[in-house]
């Protein structure tokens, strides 16, 4: 049993030397020896359960503040994606609801064409078979003159 207790201590203190060779890039910080030599620093050097509490009161505080900073990144990302997204959607159904708009706009305006063509032609070939007088402006305006050269004669 004897032998088991100091085999335990040799393998703790080989523990604590490997983790303080991985802390001594730490401590040459300077920012980390400024609070090394600073009282609060000194005072939590000498309690470390109080040190190991601090820390883990730090590390609780900060985890809320980091999940709700992840949560708004991730918030805004997500609704600037769902924008364009959104975006994109309503482009892509104004293109649709165009090309689908202007066919029946062309259509519309060539059977309105149409129709006026005939109307024109049907109009001007009934005045002109029934009404000559009124399709020939030339002969109207000689008619014109020749009744009033036949009424300055009278």
């Known amino acids: 049993m004897q032998q088991v207790g100091k085999n335990c201590g040799t393998d703790f203190h080989r523990l604590w030397g490997r983790w303080t060779d991985l802390f001594k890039p730490f401590y040459g910080d300077s920012r980390v020896e400024k609070l090394m030599e600073s009282r609060a620093g000194q ?6 359960f109080l040190a190991l509490n601090v820390l ?17 990144l991730v918030t805004l990302f997500m609704s600037a994606v769902g924008f364009v997204c959104f975006e994109v959607f309503l482009l892509f159904a104004g293109g649709l609801t165009l090309l689908s708009v202007l066919p029946g706009v062309a259509i519309f305006s060539v059977i309105v064409s149409v129709i006026f063509s005939a ?8 005045l002109g078979r029934y009404f000559p007088h009124l399709t020939k402006q030339c002969e109207v305006l000689d008619d014109l003159d020749k009744s009033k050269e036949s009424e300055r004669d009278s």
């Open 119 to 126: 109307f024109y032609v049907t109009t001007h070939t009934v």
């Open 56 to 72: 883990l009161f730090g590390a609780v505080a900060a985890l809320p503040v980091g999940l709700f900073l992840a949560f708004a």
């Open 43 to 48: 005072y939590l050097s000498s309690h470390p």
